[in-house]
């Protein structure tokens, strides 16, 4: 990419920011024209469904409300042991669960935020050590708090290394989550806006997962270098209506790796930044 061309796409990201100055008042978003709106959750498409544990009465769960958002943080080095099914549910509730409908079919009422309530996201997840689980590609249903296996697959190391831009201290993960954006999800209502508010959408998701994860001792990060093509095809998304552009691995860690968490920023300290 030559120097214009860097330039230009930068601009062109920051007329995307600006995207709240469109104000044509003839601009009609589809619901607004009348266009039925379009399912709110994906249908299954695995007969393999684990229905998850919504008793979180067993967990070792921080209260301490202050203590938690000041202990949210980013953790890269993670031990390879077992998640329970319990934590995962857990995270995955806090992330994504559905608490509510507005109205009959409008909307879903979630433990996050989201404009318009349009909750354009579905969460796929890459299982390594979760107790209970094969190992493998599953897909959450936050329609009846399950999760559904895709396809089993033993070692998915080479794919969590791949699908986050070698950034490979992420294969020690005991889940990764990837974030699919349903596009047409979140145009039906906000139209050329909709991308804007959906990359907002998208935080509040990472945070809650950061925020349950630090409750329970867990570490994650959040990860934008991800590589779309790869993932969308492991999961079967068409790359156009549905593409992966978010990632949030976790796993279990311990203290005494704290200095090699430190390190991952060590040339903070040895070019004096
Ligand atoms: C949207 C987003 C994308 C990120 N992408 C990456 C990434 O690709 N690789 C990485 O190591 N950290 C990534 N991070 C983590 C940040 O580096 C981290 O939040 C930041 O250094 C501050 O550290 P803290 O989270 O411990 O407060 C990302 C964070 C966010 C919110």
Redesign the pocket.
Known sequence: MDEFEIRQKTAAGRTFMHMAKENDPDYKTDQYSGVTQPPLFKDPVSENIIKLPTDFAGLDIRNDFLGVING?????VYREENISLTELSFILWCAQGVKDLRGKRYATLRTVPCGGARHEFELYLCIQHVEGLANGFYHYLPQNHSLECLKEQEDVKEFIGTS??G?T?ANKAGVVFYFDMVAYRAEWRYGIHAHRIALVD??YI??NI?LACTALGIGG??????QEDCSNEVFGLDGDEEFIF??HPIGKIAAEDHQKELD??AFVHDYDL
Do not use: D, T, V
């Open positions: 949210r943080a980013s953790h890269r986050l831009s950034q201290w998208a935080g990472s945070q950061y990060c959040a990860i934008g270098a991800i978010l990632a991952f920023y």
